[in-house]
C-alpha cells in the first residue's frame, strides 16, 4: 500500500550485488503472501528483468530470482502462465546445471510449482528440456535436491500418460524405485508419490513401475513411522493394483494385500483412504482375489473403518470395498455378512443427518454396497434384522433372498416363522403386481395357509 513495489524494481538494477539479492528476496516474500501481490509483480514489469539478470549473476542472486518466480507462479495458471511468457522456462533450466545445489534445488521447485497446475503449463516445462536434468538432479548427494527434484516430476507426471511417458522415457522410474529404502521420510513420501503419478495412467506405465522391482521393498513403507510415507505408499500400490488382475496378483503374492491390511489396522483418518480403495480394487477384480482378501483377514479392519471413522467419504469408501468383497458368490457375501455389516451399511444409509453431497455420493456408494452383498446372500440370519428397519428399496433385495432360499431348506423355513420374519413379511405394503410381491407370494406359498393367515 506504500508504493513498495515500484522502490524495489530499480534495486534489482543496483550495483551492489547484496542489494539486488536482498531486493529479490523482498519481492519474493511479497508475491508468496498472496496472489493479488503476485499480480503486482507481475504488472509492474518485474519478471522480464529477473530473468535478464538469471544468466549473468552470481547463486545468491540466482536462488533469489528463483524464489521470486516460485512464488509468483505457485497461484494461478494464469500467473505460471506470466512466468512462461517472459521466457523465464528456459533460464530456470540453464539453472538446473548450475554446479551450485542451492540454485539447482531453486530452480526445480520453481519449475514444479509451474508444472502443478495443468497439463499446458506441465507440457511447457517438458518442452524447455527440464526433464533429463530433474533426473539428473535426483542422483546428487544432497537430499534437499532430491526431494524437491522427485516432487517436481510428480507435478510433471500427474497430468497425462504423455507427460508420464517422458519422465520414463528420462530414466526416472530405475532412479525414484531405488530410494524408496532411503532413511529421509519426506524424501520418500516424494519418491512413492511420484511413482504413484507415473503409475495411474495406464497398465503399460504401471507394469514398467512394477519392473523396477519396487516389490516386496514397498511395503515396508506401509511400517513407516512417518503418516505421509505411509499413505503414498498405499497409494502406489492403489494406483497399480487397480489396473488389471494380474498386477493385483502380483501384489497379494507379494504379500501385499496382508501389509495393506495390517496398515489400515494400525492408523487412523485418511491415511486410511488409499489402503481402502485398494483393497476394493483388488477384491473387484476375481473371485479369487476377492478371496484372498477374505482370507487375510480384511474384512474386520474395513468394518473397524465403517465404525470408527467419522468423515463420509472414508466410510463411503469402505462401504464400496465390502460391496466389491461381498458381491461375487454366496460365500463371499456370508462372510461379509457374517461380520454383522449389513446393519451397519443400512443405518449409513438411512441416515440422512450427514451432508447433503456427501449424502448423495455416500449414499449412492452405500446403496450399492448393500445391493451387491444382498443379492448374493444366502445367510439368512444376516438379513432377518434387517427386516425391520429397511426402505422399500432394499427390501425387495432383501424378501428376494428369502424367496430364493426358503423354498429349498425346511429349516430355515420353521426358523423363519418362530423368529417373526414371516409375521414382517405379512405387513409390508407392496404394489400389485411389483417384484416385491411376487418375492412375498412366493414366501408365503412356502407355508400352509393358515400359518400364514
Not at 312 to 337: F, S, Y
Request: proline content about 5%.
Amino acid at each position: 500500500n506504500s508504493g513498495v513495489m515500484s522502490l524495489l524494481r530499480p534495486l534489482l538494477l543496483d550495483v551492489v550485488p547484496t542489494i539486488q539479492q536482498t531486493a529479490a528476496l523482498a519481492l519474493g516474500r511479497l508475491a508468496n503472501y498472496n496472489d493479488d501481490l503476485a499480480e503486482a509483480v507481475v504488472k509492474g514489469d518485474i519478471l522480464p528483468q529477473l530473468v535478464c539478470s538469471l544468466s549473468e549473476q552470481n547463486r545468491f542472486y540466482k536462488k533469489a530470482a528463483a524464489f521470486v518466480l516460485r512464488a509468483v507462479g505457485k497461484h494461478s495458471p494464469q500467473l505460471a502462465q506470466a512466468i512462461v511468457h517472459c521466457g523465464a522456462l528456459e533460464m530456470l533450466v540453464i539453472c538446473l546445471e548450475d554446479f551450485d545445489p542451492g540454485v539447482k534445488e531453486a530452480a526445480s521447485w520453481a519449475l514444479g510449482y509451474i508444472a502443478r497446475h495443468n497439463s499446458e503449463l506441465s507440457q511447457a516445462v517438458v518442452d524447455a528440456g527440464a526433464v533429463p536434468l530433474l533426473v539428473l538432479c535426483i542422483q546428487e548427494p544432497e537430499i534437499a535436491l532430491k526431494r524437491i527434484a522427485a516432487s517436481t516430476l510428480s507435478d510433471i507426471s500427474k497430468h497425462s500418460p504423455e507427460l508420464a511417458q517422458t519422465v520414463v522415457d528420462a530414466g526416472a522410474i530405475a532412479h525414484l524405485a531405488q530410494m524408496i529404502l532411503n532413511p529421509d521420510a519426506k524424501l520418500k513420501r516424494q519418491v512413492l508419490s511420484a511413482l504413484s503419478q507415473i503409475a495411474k495412467h495406464s497398465v503399460d506405465l504401471a507394469e514398467l513401475v512394477v519392473e523396477a522391482e519396487i516389490f516386496p521393498v514397498v511395503l515396508t513403507c506401509l511400517k513407516d513411522s512417518d503418516e505421509y510415507v505411509k499413505k503414498n505408499g498405499a497409494t502406489l500400490i492403489r494406483e497399480i493394483a487397480k489396473h488389471t488382475p494380474e498386477l493385483s496378483q502380483l501384489i497379494v503374492n507379494a504379500g501385499g494385500v496382508a501389509a495393506v491390511i495390517d496398515c489400515i489396522g494400525s492408523c487412523r483418518g485418511t491415511v486410511r483412504l488409499p489402503g481402502i480403495m485398494m483393497l476394493g480394487y483388488v477384491a473387484a477384480h476375481s473371485e479369487n482375489l476377492s478371496m484372498a482378501v477374505i482370507v487375510s483377514k480384511g474384512i474386520p479392519p474395513l468394518c473397524a473403518c465403517l465404525i470408527e471413522e467419522s468423515e463420509d467419504h472414508i466410510k463411503a469408501a469402505a462401504a464400496w470395498a465390502l460391496g466389491q468383497v461381498g458381491r461375487h458368490t454366496p460365500e463371499h457375501a456370508r462372510a461379509v455378512a457374517v461380520a454383522n455389516v449389513l446393519p451397519t451399511l443400512l443405518a449409513m444409509y438411512m441416515d440422512t443427518r450427514s451432508s447433503e453431497d456427501l449424502q448423495m455420493k455416500a449414499s449412492i456408494f452405500t446403496k450399492r454396497a448393500l445391493k451387491n452383498i444382498l443379492q448374493k446372500c444366502t445367510y439368512l440370519p444376516a438379513l432377518e434384522p434387517l427386516l425391520h428397519d429397511a426402505p422399500p428399496n432394499i427390501m425387495k433385495h432383501i424378501v428376494g433372498q428369502f424367496s430364493k432360499v426358503l423354498p429349498h431348506d425346511s429349516k430355515a423355513r420353521r426358523l423363519f416363522v418362530t423368529t417373526g420374519g414371516l409375521k414382517k413379511v405379512q405387513e409390508i405394503k407392496a404394489e400389485p403386481g411389483s417384484l416385491l410381491q411376487e418375492y412375498i407370494n412366493t414366501i408365503n406359498n412356502c407355508y400352509p395357509e393358515e400359518i400364514v393367515r
